[in-house]
């Protein structure tokens, strides 16, 4: 049985979590690099190489649809992830994620073609994904768990949020990294330049892992072992808490629609519909993240004094209102105008990603907090970023029209608006479970 939790001095608990705050950035920032690197690979070049077809349109979505396996995987790892967090610590499953996803992503870059292995190519494919977002699934919530449960009173939103900056700062990084291999494989690329993308993701899972492995466990955590009593938190969260969880999954949800619409979907879209290059489209992702890592900390911070609610009403609404431009401004093929619409189109999202970790948090309380954010994230991961492409490209073929897509984004941003006051408030007391004594 674990022993109390001795009064931790309020100067050595403000140290551990910053040190956790940073550890945790730094290890998502791996994981969704290695995420990010496979959804760019499956927008540019997976169509032709793992499924070939005579209709370039159903290569296409059957290439996305790998990109979607890996947000089905993400709620089973964040569940089996949170079962095991919950019940034996947090920093625990933080180093098995970072290893599983380093190994699949590692593997992915040294599969066979379908040219040359027929039909156990793609089949590899999707076994892998599977694996990258079980990895995942089981990854935020951890991460969170631990920065939010470190945090000093008052300050969850601003210490909860340095996950959340792993997003943007991987998805920089990929960029960044497939800008480069473009330009030194050129042609190649298609052909091995992008297998390089996934096995360098190999020195950066051993950079994370050493980094996790220092890790100080959840002070909360360790406080609530020696009295927890539900062995199944899964059931907890489903039985008892299942308003709050709706709410929270539609809440993460949306956010990705608009994320995953520009990072993700405006690659196919943009070349083979409007001409764009490539490697524009590229740089306009880094540009948006850079503004996204910028304003994520600040906004979180003006939370922690002002409320997380008003920020999140307020996202709906800009996320909405971005929707509606950024089709528009795209098909106008104007690179400077298509550059504009996707920052208005991503970048109210952070606004959401600012306080999304306290106000999950809040939504459980520490016995089952890794299942249930995890849960809730992950099964909106699925219904927002994880078929928005796939959507998108439906709607297109259907239509002929982007407007679909924009009305599409703009009735998720309304459902998520309603659901804000689904939310509970959790009591301060929740996250004030281990004591601490003045300098």
């Given at each position: 049985m674990t022993n109390p939790v001795k009064a931790i001095p309020a100067k050595t608990r403000r140290l551990e979590a910053r040190r956790v705050a940073t550890a945790t950035f730094i290890g998502t920032t791996l994981e969704w690099y290695d995420f990010y690197i496979y959804a760019a690979c499956a927008a540019l070049v997976f169509g032709p190489l793992f499924f070939p077809s005579d209709d370039a349109l159903i290569g296409q979505l059957a290439?996305?649809?790998?990109?979607?396996?890996?947000?089905?995987?993400?709620?089973?790892?964040?569940?089996?992830?949170?079962?095991?967090?919950?019940?034996?610590?947090?920093?625990?499953?933080?180093?098995?994620?970072?290893?599983?996803?380093?190994?699949?992503?590692?593997?992915?870059?040294?599969?066979?073609?379908?040219?040359?292995?027929?039909?156990?190519?793609?089949?590899l494919l999707v076994v892998l994904r599977l694996i990258q977002g079980a990895a995942m699934g089981g990854e935020w919530g951890g991460a969170v768990s631990l920065a939010v449960?470190?945090?000093?009173?008052?300050?969850?939103?601003?210490?909860?949020?340095?996950?959340?900056?792993?997003?943007?700062?991987?998805?920089?990084?990929?960029?960044?990294?497939?800008?480069?291999?473009?330009a030194v494989t050129g042609d190649n690329f298609a052909v091995w330049g992008w297998r390089m993308a996934f096995l360098s993701s190999i020195v950066l899972v051993v950079v994370g892992i050493y980094?996790?492995?220092?890790?100080?466990?959840?002070?909360?955590?360790?406080?609530?072992?020696?009295?927890?009593?539900?062995?199944?938190p899964l059931l907890e969260v489903v039985t008892r808490h299942p308003r709050a969880l709706l709410a929270a999954l539609v809440i993460s949800g949306v956010p990705g629609i608009s994320t995953y619409m520009v990072l993700t979907y405006a690659l196919s879209y943009g070349t083979a519909e409007i001409g764009y290059s490539r490697t524009a489209l590229l740089v306009i992702g880094i540009v948006v993240c850079v503004l996204q890592l910028v304003a994520i900390p600040l906004l979180a911070g003006i939370a922690d004094r002002s409320g997380t609610r008003k920020l999140v009403l307020l996202a709906a609404v800009l996320q909405a209102a971005g929707a509606v431009i950024l089709f528009p401004l795209i098909n106008?093929?104007?690179?400077?105008?298509?550059?504009?619409?996707?920052?208005?189109?991503?970048?109210?999202?952070?606004?959401?990603?600012?306080?999304?970790?306290?106000?999950?948090?809040?939504?459980?309380?520490?016995?089952?907090?890794?299942?249930?954010?995890?849960?809730?994230?992950?099964?909106?991961?699925?219904?927002?970023?994880?078929?928005?492409?796939?959507?998108?490209?439906?709607?297109?073929?259907?239509?002929?029209?982007?407007?679909?897509?924009?009305?599409?984004?703009?009735?998720?941003?309304?459902?998520?608006?309603?659901?804000?006051?689904?939310?509970?408030?959790?009591?301060?007391?929740?996250?004030?479970?281990?004591?601490?004594?003045?300098?």
């Open positions: 290439a996305l649809g790998t990109f979607a396996v890996g947000f089905v995987a993400r709620p089973l790892g964040g569940v089996i992830a949170g079962h095991f967090g919950d019940l034996l610590g947090r920093k625990k499953m933080l180093v098995l994620t970072m290893l599983a996803m380093g190994i699949s992503t590692f593997a992915v870059g040294l599969l066979p073609t379908y040219a040359t292995a027929g039909v156990i190519a793609p089949v449960e470190h945090a000093p009173p008052g300050r969850r939103s601003v210490y909860g949020s340095a996950p959340m900056l792993g997003s943007p700062a991987g998805l920089m990084l990929a960029n960044a990294v497939l800008l480069g291999l473009v980094t996790r492995r220092k890790l100080p466990e959840s002070p909360d955590f360790d406080e609530n072992a020696a009295a927890k009593t539900e062995r199944i106008t093929g104007n690179l400077a105008l298509a550059a504009l619409g996707s920052i208005f189109g991503v970048l109210p999202t952070a606004l959401t990603y600012a306080v999304l970790p306290a106000i999950l948090s809040e939504q459980f309380p520490t016995k089952i907090r890794y299942t249930g954010i995890s849960l809730a994230y992950q099964l909106g991961a699925i219904l927002g970023g994880g078929i928005a492409p796939i959507i998108a490209t439906a709607l297109l073929a259907a239509t002929g029209t982007s407007t679909a897509i924009g009305l599409y984004m703009v009735a998720a941003n309304v459902l998520m608006l309603i659901c804000v006051f689904g939310l509970r408030r959790s009591p301060r007391t929740q996250f004030a479970t281990v004591s601490s004594t003045t300098d």
